[in-house]
């Protein structure tokens, strides 16, 4: 039971963050009103930061399906905790979104834009090309999982992820690789939000894109899985 808390709660606490700053720069009348790229990248980051912070007490820290489904394919992660983790990101990522309607519905109301109100909860492609599109989720996502490989330390106080590290690798690839699609690069982080956009009331709404939504679904998974398995083949032991 402390697992699944930790995981729902940080991942709750990643998207109220991460999709606040979006909120915050893409709807109408806010006070970050047209703050653009780098201003929700870093809001990403430390969105990240304080997620992994605060959930690594209670848990892995892993706040997405594809780095729980990547250590557990190389066998870090036993296959019997992987539901729980999966269940409790998505039931966070959804009750997160939630709590950022909520804060922003003044300015869900002002906005006519349907494409900027979609945009709080999931991500979508600039030029849409699935194929394009995957692999640039997909090679964002070994990039990130590489990394938390690499930074990932048993004897760390922070359940096994150094939260500062992470963020930073976040902004990275959100400052670099986030142009085509929006860096998706966590399932729960996109297809719950997507799933509340698709029931919430809000006004002038829109489609919730499904057509698209497998690709920050499958791709981020993919590519973990691929960095975790070229890890384990190049993996030099420590000392």
């Known amino acids: 039971m402390t697992d699944f808390i930790g995981e729902f709660l940080g991942t709750a606490i990643l998207i109220i963050l991460g999709n606040g700053v979006v909120a915050n720069a893409v709807l109408d009348k806010t006070k970050g009103n047209n703050a653009g790229w780098i201003a929700i990248t870093f809001g990403w980051s430390m969105a990240v930061f304080a997620g992994v912070f605060i959930s690594s007490w209670y848990s892995k820290a892993h706040l997405n399906p594809a780095v729980t489904l990547g250590f557990a394919a190389m066998g870090d992660f ?24 909520i804060a922003y519905k003044q300015h869900f109301d002002e906005t006519t834009n349907a494409n900027n109100k979609l945009a709080v909860f999931c991500t979508g492609p600039a030029l849409r090309h699935s194929t394009n599109n995957f692999m640039t989720e997909c090679t964002g996502t070994f990039i990130f999982m590489m990394g938390v490989l690499h930074l990932a330390s048993p004897a760390s106080s922070l359940g096994g992820l150094d939260a500062l590290p992470v963020a930073l690798l976040v902004l990275g690839i959100g400052l670099s690789f986030g142009g085509p699609t929006g860096y998706a690069i966590n399932p729960a982080r996109d297809l719950g939000p997507r799933i509340v956009h698709s029931l919430l009331p809000i006004r002038g709404k829109g489609t919730s894109d499904w057509s698209y939504a497998w690709i920050p679904v499958i791709a981020p998974v993919v590519g973990a899985i691929l960095a975790a398995l070229i890890y384990e083949l190049i993996k030099v032991p420590k000392q």
Do not use: F
Request: aromatic share 12%; charged share 10%.
């Open 78 to 101: 036993p296959w019997k905790d992987v539901p729980v983790y999966l269940l409790a990101q998505l039931t966070g990522a959804m009750v997160g979104s939630v709590i950022v309607w």
